[in-house]
Every structure is written in C-alpha cells, then in structure tokens.
C-alpha cells in the first residue's frame, strides 16, 4: 500500500506563505487523486484542496480559493500545496491523501481517499 509523508509545516505570520509537500511511496501506482486536509483543534477535519493527477484537475475549498494552490509532480510522486496570504484561521494540523477514485467520488470528502499521511502543523500567527 502507499505511504504518504508531510513536510513543510511550521510557525508563519499572518499574511505569509508556505509550502507544504507531500512525498507517496510504495504501492501507488492505482492511486489517481491526492487531496489536502486539515484539522484544527476541536474541529472535524476538513478539505482543503484536491487533484486528479493524472489530468492535473484541482478542487478547492471555498474558504481558500484564490490563496492557496495544489500542484502535482508524477514523476516525484510529490503534491504541493502553496498557501498564500496566510490567516490565523488557516492554523491547523495538515494532512496529505491519497485515493483512488478520481471522476468515481467527490474529491473534497475524506471518504474518496484511501491513504493518510500524519500531518504536518501550520500555525498562523497574527
């Protein structure tokens, strides 16, 4: 099965950016979509941002359209999520995943994915 390991995480003013990356190893291959969640403390985990990596298409959640951006690179088997104009409200454990159900189950639901990764944190200060 796929291992899935965060990096990038880390304190960050309000306003700033950062980079998560997420790295997939072992058996990947029939995995077609990776997504980013998060959750903060005391609340049920959410999407963040998705992408079917074979065609590139993306998803994204409302409340960071426009700020952040999720990209592949297949031949690393790597997912990015740059996050930009960082808020406070965006503090949160990040959690990279893998599924593969692309075009068969919603994309921004915890459901569509098959594998997890253990988070990396992302805390915004103001």
């Known amino acids: 099965q796929a291992q899935l390991a965060e990096s990038g995480g880390g304190p960050v003013q309000a306003g700033g950016s950062l980079t998560l990356s997420c790295l997939a190893t072992?058996?990947?291959?029939?995995?077609?979509?990776r997504a980013w969640f998060r959750q903060a403390p005391g609340k049920q985990r959410e999407a963040v941002a998705a992408i079917y990596t074979g065609v590139g298409k993306t998803y994204y959640a409302d409340s960071v359209q426009g700020r952040f951006t999720i990209s592949r690179d297949n031949a690393k088997n790597t997912v990015s999520l740059q996050m930009n104009n960082l808020k406070p409200e965006d503090t949160a454990v990040y959690y990279c995943?893998?599924?593969?159900?692309?075009?068969?189950?919603?994309?921004?639901?915890?459901?569509?994915?098959?594998?997890w990764g253990q988070g990396t944190q992302v805390t915004v200060s103001s």
């Open positions: 072992g058996y990947t291959w029939d995995t077609n979509s």
């Open positions: 995943a893998a599924g593969k159900s692309a075009w068969k189950l919603p994309p921004l639901e915890m459901g569509s994915y098959d594998y």
